[in-house]
């Protein structure tokens, strides 16, 4: 047995004139709630509220909501109780390199405060310009640059793990990389507007439903524990869904988040459940048929067959 007991630790609306200390004394609350985690995962931009709803063309009013560094001197406190509790944890923030390039990114550390892992955002949705057709902005296009990490996977607390930021957990390429490296856990954060900005009858049941089909597909399909943090609730009048969950490698949902607000999901996986997928069904090795796979890689866009 491997067990990794985890906490997902979903977080409630973040209000834009929240600040950074008051979101990290929220996340030490959270911190104390998951009594006895090997390790907790806070959701996407967990630091602020989700800002690329917002457009400025002001370059200072657009870097106040990137960190410069980590550990800073505001997530300080966050490191020191995970250290003191031998947590290992995983957060998502906007990250501004000292080149100036903007990433959504997420971390990983160990269970004494070392950032192990790194991951930037590869699949960003939404739009770079501002559309008024949609009933609300996410311009993630604008703010970030796609990730150019790719989908690292990382050795530690004797185990495999991977991560992903929100829209990426829609992309199966996202699990099957990380697949290919031998992932036991990925730890993915999310902020998913309740309604579709395009198709307003595209609401909360259905976002949730695409929610936990994305995960658990992912989970099944590359036999590996998947932890899915909401950062959710109202935020400036935006709702965001909740729903966080920890799937287990045969996609089955073993523990849910039952409110909109900060809440922890707590269970402990056993990293060696993995194995039995990785060796029978999902042996990838023995029934992978890349000779057939070209245009997963070749091709972006749909190409027709003739007429
Ligand atoms: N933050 C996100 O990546 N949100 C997207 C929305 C725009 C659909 C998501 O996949 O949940």
Partial sequence: MRVINVAAAQMGAIQPDESREAVVERMVKLMRDADGADLIVYPELTLTTFFPRYFTDQQAEIDKWFETSMPNTVTEPLFAEARARNMAM???????????????????????????????????????????????????????????????????????????????????ETY?????????????????????????????????????LVVQSGAYQNSTWVVSVAKCGVEDGHPLIAGSLIANPDGEVVAVAVTEEDEIVQYPCDLDDTVFGKQTVFDFKRHRRTEHYGRIVSQTGVELPPE
């Avoid at 957060?91 to 971390?107: K, Q, S, V």
């Avoid at 955002?121 to 009933?135: N, S, W």
């Avoid at 309604?195 to 929610?211: C, D, I, M, T, Y």
């Fill in 90 to 172: 995983s957060f998502g923030y906007a990250e501004l390199t000292p080149e100036g390039r903007h990433f959504n990114t997420a971390i990983l550390t160990d269970k004494v405060g070392n950032i192990v892992g790194k991951y930037r955002k590869v699949h960003l949705p939404g739009h770079a310009e501002v559309d008024d057709e949609r009933t609300h902005q996410h311009l993630e296009k604008y703010y970030f640059e796609p990730g150019d990490l790719g989908f690292p996977v990382f050795r530690t607390m004797g185990g495999i793990f991977g991560m992903a930021i929100c829209n990426d957990r829609r992309w199966p």
């Fill in 176 to 212: 099957r990389v990380m697949g290919l490296q031998g992932v036991e856990m990925v730890l993915i954060g999310y902020n998913t507007p309740s309604v579709n900005s395009q198709r307003g009858a595209e609401g909360p049941k259905k976002r949730l439903f695409h929610s936990s």
